[in-house]
Nanobody, 123 residues
Framework: QVTLVESGGGSVQAGDSLTLSCAAS????????MGWFRQAQGKEREFVAG????????AYADSVNGRFTISRDNAKSTMYLQMNSLKPEDTAVYYC????????????????WGQGTQVTVSS
């Protein structure tokens, strides 16, 4: 089992960029397919992006496709989310999560979750 810790959140203006990091402890990071989710106040948690063990296969929500890039460095046990052209509607708590099987975009498929990092985008 791994433990996940997100970092890199903050308050930015619309159009700015941020990079989130998800650091994993434990030896099994490379075994996990990873994903980013977000939850805005008063809304359900939603899928943002996911990738496989190697990072060679990725998936994105339509709302972020073309603006966000997910990646991982298994040697550093870290996953990233590069977020460009941020919009006010991207404001949410962002969570990284790991799964061993199941669907990209289904939260219950993910067994391990970080504590979340707040991203606030003002217009």
């Amino acid at each position: 089992q791994v433990t996940l810790v997100e970092s890199g959140g903050g308050s930015v203006q619309a159009g700015d960029s941020l990079t989130l990091s998800c650091a994993a402890s434990g030896r099994a990071f490379s075994s996990y397919r990873m994903g980013w989710f977000r939850q805005a106040q008063g809304k359900e948690r939603e899928f943002v992006a996911g990738l496989d063990w190697s990072g060679g296969a990725t998936a994105y929500a339509d709302s972020v496709n073309g603006r966000f890039t997910i990646s991982r460095d298994n040697a550093k046990s870290t996953m990233y989310l590069q977020m460009n052209s941020l919009k006010p509607e991207d404001t949410a708590v962002y969570y990284c999560a790991g799964r061993l099987s199941g669907s990209w975009d289904v939260p219950r498929a993910y067994a391990v979750w970080g504590q979340g990092t707040q991203v606030t985008v003002s217009s």
